[in-house]
């Protein structure tokens, strides 16, 4: 392979590098529409007031729009910033930031910040992929991962949350509950009761599971009880 040609994602591609491909064409372009169609224009200024409250107002507000958001968050120093925010400080997940134009550098910053916000309790269901921030081929994942991760934030209550509430869906917590070994032995018996009992039933008389059923006459000499031939 000429060594002039390199993948677009490769650790070696150079920094300029365009951050969206080029464009796509037939069935690609339909499945990119529809993923494009998902996008919340709307949830987009609620994130950002979020992200500026959350990891201070030294940051530069975007442009409005999924390209100027996508080139906001892509070199993954925000998505740092907005995750170490939710911590106490000195146990931050992340604990080095640092500013770089090399585009593998700005991958991994995107990979720590997704593996944090799994482990600060996001579903990994919800979470999205690096490449769906750093080309640009699914923001409406960005913004769900972001959505989780202001409502797992709301949800803890610990203090770290900082903007309007009332911008993240609060999620219901688990009553966990525990009971003594006397409580669960009585449960059991309880159940028990409940239930019945089987004891002294019997089986007897049931044709099995597909046995044909045997239809006598009323005055066969088996239905009266008698087993022996009436005939002489």
């Not at 910033?81 to 000195?90: A, H, M, V």
């Not at 960005?142 to 609060?170: P, Y």
């Amino acid at each position: 392979m000429s060594s002039d040609i390199q993948p677009c994602g490769s650790v070696l591609m150079s920094d300029h590098c365009m951050a969206n491909r080029g464009p796509s064409y037939g069935l690609s372009r339909e499945v990119q529409e529809k993923i494009d169609q998902k996008y919340d224009a709307e949830l987009e200024p609620r994130l950002v007031d979020w992200i500026l409250s959350q990891c201070g107002h030294d940051l530069e507000r975007p442009e409005p729009g999924k390209q100027n958001i996508q080139k906001w968050l892509m070199s993954g120093t925000i998505l740092c910033r907005l995750i170490n925010s939710l911590y106490p400080t000195g146990m931050e997940p992340i604990k080095k930031i640092t500013e770089t134009k090399m585009v593998f550098k700005q991958m991994e910053k995107i990979s720590q910040f997704l593996k944090a916000t799994e482990e600060y309790g996001v579903n990994r269901g919800d979470i999205f992929q690096t490449v769906d921030l750093w080309e640009g081929k699914d923001m409406s994942a960005v913004q769900r991962t972001l959505v989780a991760l202001g409502s797992e934030a709301v949800t803890k209550d610990d203090g770290h949350f900082h903007g309007n509430k009332d911008w993240f869906h609060r999620k219901a917590k688990v009553q966990k509950r525990e009971f003594s070994e006397e409580q669960l032995r009585q449960g059991r018996c309880l159940i028990g009761m409940q239930m019945g009992s089987n004891r002294g039933a019997s089986q007897s008389g049931m044709a099995g599971y597909g046995t044909p059923r045997q239809i006598m006459r009323h005055d066969s000499p088996r239905h009266n009880g008698n087993e022996s031939d009436s005939n002489p």
